[in-house]
Structures are given as structure tokens and as C-alpha cells.
């Protein structure tokens, strides 16, 4: 599976950017498609992901929920990240990543489990 993010940049402090990640090469139509994002110095963070088996869309943090929504173009194996309100902490490279043949919903997956990777694409939030 080949993931590319793209649309990432720099930003004021409220702004907002729309990320997004074209997916390609997955063996099965069922599979789930996440984003994530890794600060200097901090862990990983797991965003939100889908599963085309249900089509729904879940959000690991609920303290992005309300400011970062997720969407998807399963026609086009397409998903994005809307982002708004972005605050200096929102600073990362974020990645989306994937698992391929996975026919359940996605909310039970952690960012270790997901198998594939994209180059990831750098944001930058000023104050």
C-alpha cells in the first residue's frame, strides 16, 4: 500500500489547513485508514481513522474531535483532515497510514498496528 499526504504548511495560531492522503496498492476493498501525527520530542498521537467496512469515521482524542474532522473518497481511496483552530501544540508531521485487508471497524486499532506508512507531510502553527 502506498499512502501520500500532502497540504501541509505553515500557519498563524487559529488558522486552519486541510491535509490530505491518496492511498493506492491495498488487495482488498475492505481496510482501515487512519491519521496520525508525531510532535519533536513526543510520542506519536493517533488522530482518527475509518474503516470502509462500516464507513465510520472515530476520533482517538476528543480534544481534537471538536477542531479536526476527518472525511473520506472511498472512490478515489482519498481521505482528509480538515483542521481548524490550530493552536501552536498542534505542531507535527502528521501521517496517515493504513491496514490493508481489515474488515472491522477501525476504533479497536492503535497506531502500531497500522502496517503502512506515508513520508507524512509537516505542520506548523506559529503564535
Known amino acids: 500500500v502506498q499512502l501520500v499526504e500532502s497540504g501541509g504548511g505553515w500557519v498563524q495560531a487559529g488558522g486552519s489547513l486541510r491535509l490530505s492522503c491518496a492511498a493506492s496498492?491495498?488487495?482488498?476493498?475492505?481496510?482501515?485508514i487512519g491519521w496520525f501525527r508525531q510532535a519533536p520530542g513526543k510520542e506519536r498521537e493517533d488522530i482518527s481513522c475509518?474503516?470502509?467496512?462500516?464507513?465510520?469515521?472515530?476520533y482517538y482524542s476528543d480534544s481534537m474531535k471538536g477542531r479536526f474532522t476527518m472525511s473520506s473518497d472511498n472512490a478515489k481511496k482519498t481521505i482528509y483532515l480538515q483542521m481548524n483552530s490550530l493552536r501552536p501544540e498542534d505542531t507535527a508531521v502528521y501521517y496517515c497510514?493504513?491496514?490493508?485487508?481489515?474488515?472491522?471497524?477501525?476504533?479497536?486499532?492503535?497506531?502500531?498496528?497500522?502496517?503502512?506508512w506515508g513520508q507524512g507531510t509537516q505542520v506548523t502553527v506559529s503564535s
Open positions: 496498492g491495498f488487495t482488498d476493498d475492505e481496510y482501515a
Open positions: 475509518i474503516g470502509t467496512s462500516d464507513g465510520r469515521i472515530w
Open positions: 497510514a493504513a491496514v490493508d485487508d481489515w474488515g472491522f471497524s477501525c476504533n479497536k486499532l492503535r497506531g502500531y498496528e497500522y502496517d503502512d
